[in-house]
């Protein structure tokens, strides 16, 4: 358990400064303590303090990094409560009985599956090395080959130990995860991460199992810990993910304040109940998870859905107001308003590219609404609308007059007319994107 507000109000200086942004060492000690504030913030922390404070001030889940992907330093149990932070990493799975093809294969799928969407590119993260073989010399031949395949992090899968320290020694500092340390062995598995810069995962047939050796861990040395509490189906899974992060967050359990791990690809051979399993996983807490593939049709909605999950609630994704030019446009192309919603000019700029009709698009700052519900708030309105169009600067870049505003706004378009007064004309464009370019070529 970590230290109380009360505990850490002990540690601080007491001059109420207010330098750390609080406006008391107390209201400090408090944020400390609820994982809202960092140390660093208090310029005046004696170093003794600092080292019981850091502990205590560290996040209720701990972050480990993998290569370059962060996992883990979550806040909060719900979403809406503020964000999460660090999305669920999705890992390849290749294993050292495979043939070459199939690795290449694999490997290639995990680096150049991404797809493109609201100006983000999104991926899987990680390949994961299965010792099937149980041969250390195979197993690290394969490590060494993936280094020079991939630039995604590794997690080392063995339950030979000799393998395990084969392959973390060929992995040296890429900051590799070893799956993994057992009430067994950590001992040991916590050597061969110190000396070669890796991080472990703490695997048992429990939550309850393997709370007993994390701190053991901890204190040979390994920090970065991430969790395997030993789900193999969805049931166990959904259950014990929801325990870990309660734990942690909730009763502030240090012993389980650490990222988890779920191996999807272990729980089923068929690819789309692996699918159904990593959205379960996704939804309800997983840091990592380990797949048998990465193909296109099962990547997407996955993505798709962790990117929905991960993006602030307290913040919209936007852009920012202004002309944008999409296909070159001209004095005589096609005007079209719409809202800043990152969605919506993602879709509709999408829209007009695959048209090749050059437009110029007028995007208006509504707080990152979409289209409807910005009507609806009163903020996509012609008397809001009307200034906007005036003082943008459009009229100075064409020759005629018209502005197409979104089908689903028609019942504005005489309000609007009204408003922007006889230099304008307003035209009713499409409903929906996707009739965008059909609508484009008959302009
Ligand atoms: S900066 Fe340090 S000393 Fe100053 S108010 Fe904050 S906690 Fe107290």
Same mark, same amino acid.
């Given at each position: 358990?970590?230290?109380?507000?009360?505990?850490?109000?002990?540690?601080?200086?007491?001059?109420?400064?207010?330098?750390?942004?609080?406006?008391?060492?107390?209201?400090?000690?408090?944020?400390?303590?609820?994982?809202?504030?960092?140390?660093?913030?208090?310029?005046?922390?004696?170093?003794?303090?600092?080292?019981?404070?850091?502990?205590?001030?560290?996040?209720?889940?701990?972050?480990?990094?993998?290569?370059?992907?962060?996992?883990?330093?979550?806040?909060?149990?719900?979403?809406?409560?503020?964000?999460?932070?660090?999305?669920?990493?999705?890992?390849?799975?290749?294993?050292?009985?495979?043939?070459?093809?199939?690795?290449?294969?694999?490997?290639?799928?995990?680096?150049?599956?991404?797809?493109?969407?609201?100006?983000?590119?999104?991926?899987?993260?990680?390949?994961?090395?299965?010792?099937?073989?149980?041969?250390?010399?195979?197993?690290?031949?394969?490590?060494?080959?993936?280094?020079?395949?991939?630039?995604?992090?590794?997690?080392?899968?063995?339950?030979?130990?000799?393998?395990?320290?084969?392959?973390?020694?060929?992995?040296?500092?890429?900051?590799?995860?070893?799956?993994?340390?057992?009430?067994?062995?950590?001992?040991?598995?916590?050597?061969?991460?110190?000396?070669?810069?890796?991080?472990?995962?703490?695997?048992?047939?429990?939550?309850?199992?393997?709370?007993?050796?994390?701190?053991?861990?901890?204190?040979?040395?390994?920090?970065?810990?991430?969790?395997?509490?030993?789900? #193999?189906?969805?049931?166990?899974?959904?259950?014990?993910?929801?325990?870990?992060?309660?734990?942690?967050?909730?009763?502030?359990?240090?012993?389980?304040?650490?990222?988890?791990?779920?191996?999807?690809?272990?729980?089923?051979?068929?690819?789309?109940?692996?699918?159904?399993?990593?959205?379960?996983?996704?939804?309800?807490?997983?840091?990592?998870?380990?797949?048998?593939?990465?193909?296109?049709?099962?990547?997407?909605?996955?993505?798709?859905?962790?990117?929905?999950?991960?993006?602030?609630?307290?913040?919209?994704?936007?852009?920012?107001?202004?002309?944008?030019?999409?296909?070159?446009?001209?004095?005589?192309?096609?005007?079209?308003?719409?809202?800043?919603?990152?969605? #919506?000019?993602?879709?509709?700029?999408?829209?007009?590219?695959?048209?090749?009709?050059? #437009?110029?698009?007028?995007?208006?700052?509504?707080?990152?609404?979409?289209?409807? #519900?910005?009507?609806?708030?009163?903020?996509?309105?012609?008397?809001?609308?009307?200034?906007?169009?005036?003082?943008?600067?459009?009229?100075?870049?064409?020759?005629?007059?018209?502005?197409?505003?979104?089908?689903?706004?028609?019942?504005?378009?005489?309000?609007?007319?009204?408003?922007?007064?006889?230099?304008?004309?307003?035209?009713?464009?499409?409903?929906?994107?996707?009739?965008?370019?059909?609508?484009?070529?008959?302009?």
């Amino acid at each position: 358990m970590g230290l109380t507000g009360i505990q850490i109000f002990k540690l601080l200086p007491k001059t109420n400064c207010k330098e750390c942004g609080s406006p008391t060492c107390l209201a400090f000690a408090m944020a400390l303590a609820g994982g809202k504030a960092e140390l660093d913030k208090c310029p005046y922390v004696s170093d003794e303090a600092k080292a019981t404070l850091s502990e205590a001030s560290a996040p209720p889940i701990r972050g480990v990094k993998i290569g370059e992907k962060k996992v883990g330093e979550e806040l909060v149990f719900y979403r809406h409560e503020k964000t999460f932070m660090n999305p669920t990493a999705i890992a390849c799975l290749v294993t050292d009985e495979m043939d070459d093809a199939e690795v290449d294969a694999k490997i290639n799928n995990l680096n150049t599956v991404t797809f493109d969407r609201v100006g983000l590119t999104l991926s899987a993260d990680l390949l994961a090395i299965r010792n099937s073989s149980r041969d250390a010399g195979k197993f690290a031949a394969l490590v060494t080959k993936a280094l020079g395949a991939t630039e995604k992090g590794l997690i080392l899968m063995s339950d030979n130990l000799d393998a395990l320290e084969a392959g973390a020694k060929a992995a040296n500092g890429k900051g590799a995860l070893l799956y993994a340390a057992t009430a067994d062995n950590f001992e040991k598995v916590a050597e061969i991460a110190k000396a070669n810069g890796a991080s472990i995962v703490a695997k048992g047939a429990s939550v309850e199992e393997v709370s007993n050796f994390t701190a053991k861990i901890a204190a040979a040395g390994v920090k970065e810990i991430v969790l395997d509490t030993g789900a #193999t189906d969805v049931k166990s899974m959904f259950y014990n993910e929801n325990q870990v992060r309660r734990a942690a967050l909730k009763a502030k359990n240090r012993d389980l304040g650490f990222p988890t791990i779920e191996v999807i690809c272990d729980m089923t051979d068929d690819p789309y109940k692996e699918a159904m399993l990593a959205t379960v996983a996704i939804a309800k807490y997983a840091s990592i998870i380990i797949m048998s593939d990465i193909d296109k049709e099962r990547m997407l909605p996955l993505l798709v859905q962790r990117l929905n999950l991960y993006t602030d609630p307290q913040r919209p994704m936007l852009m920012d107001e202004g002309i944008y030019e999409i296909n070159k446009p001209g004095s005589d192309s096609p005007v079209i308003i719409t809202t800043n919603f990152a969605l #919506t000019y993602f879709i509709v700029a999408a829209e007009i590219e695959a048209s090749r009709v050059p #437009t110029w698009l007028l995007i208006m700052d509504v707080e990152g609404m979409s289209v409807l #519900t910005a009507w609806s708030a009163g903020k996509f309105v012609a008397d809001a609308m009307a200034p906007f169009v005036k003082k943008s600067g459009m009229k100075e870049k064409i020759s005629h007059n018209k502005i197409i505003i979104p089908g689903y706004v028609a019942q504005i378009s005489g309000e609007f007319q009204e408003e922007l007064g006889t230099e304008w004309e307003v035209v009713i464009g499409t409903r929906e994107a996707s009739d965008i370019p059909a609508f484009l070529k008959g302009q």
